[in-house]
């Protein structure tokens, strides 16, 4: 028996993947506040193995324009500094021997339109893997009434794709729209 449920099941947690992955990419995008995940993409070596600086670090954000990070082993003050100077942050850190200060800088008009491009560009990549998703359930559906799936049911189950196509493209520029007035906000 051919289980269209399947098809919708595969094709709606595809789509749930891309809107995840577009949720974890715009929330490494500064909007000219201090936010802890702009530093997940930034890795130090620490003890022969490559990880993430809040795996070796406290990292804190006291206020909207600086993020504290203070490392648990003194010594990886220079290497943690190394990563984030190295990193494509643009930010220079600044080390009291205490904790690394990173103060984030207000955004320029200019910068502030290229964040919104790329926030764009990002979204574009969501729905393409949508319209993917989409395109491989319906596929299977073709596949399906050559095994004997009823047309009917093939009309009906590619609705229903759609609809849920369309539900998660709204939810991509819903979030677009959140993440550029973020941007723009001075």
Not at 11 to 16: D, G, Q
Not at 90 to 101: A, L
Not at 145 to 153: A, H, T
Request: hydrophobic residues 35%; aromatic residues 4%; glycine residues 4%.
């Amino acid at each position: 028996m051919i289980d269209v449920n399947t098809c919708i099941n595969d094709a709606k947690e595809s789509m749930e993947m891309s809107l995840e992955y577009l949720e974890e990419s715009l929330s490494h995008i500064r909007a000219g506040k201090a936010n802890p995940k702009l530093l997940d993409g930034i890795r130090v070596d620490s003890y022969g193995s490559s990880m993430p600086i809040s795996n070796v670090a406290a990292v804190t954000t006291p206020d909207a324009r600086s993020i504290i990070i203070k490392p648990w082993d003194k010594s990886m003050f220079p290497i943690i500094e190394k990563a984030i100077i190295n990193s494509d942050l643009g930010i220079m850190p600044e080390n009291n021997g205490e904790v690394i200060r990173i103060g984030i800088p207000p955004l320029t008009e200019e910068r502030r339109i290229q964040l919104t491009k790329q926030c764009r560009g990002e979204a574009e990549t969501a729905k393409i893997s949508i319209r993917n998703a989409r395109r491989d359930g319906i596929d299977w559906l073709k596949k399906a009434v050559k095994e004997g799936l009823p047309e009917d049911n093939q009309k009906a189950t590619e609705d229903q794709l759609q609809k849920i196509h369309d539900k998660f493209i709204k939810k991509i520029e819903e979030r677009l729209e959140e993440k550029e007035k973020e941007i723009m906000t001075v």
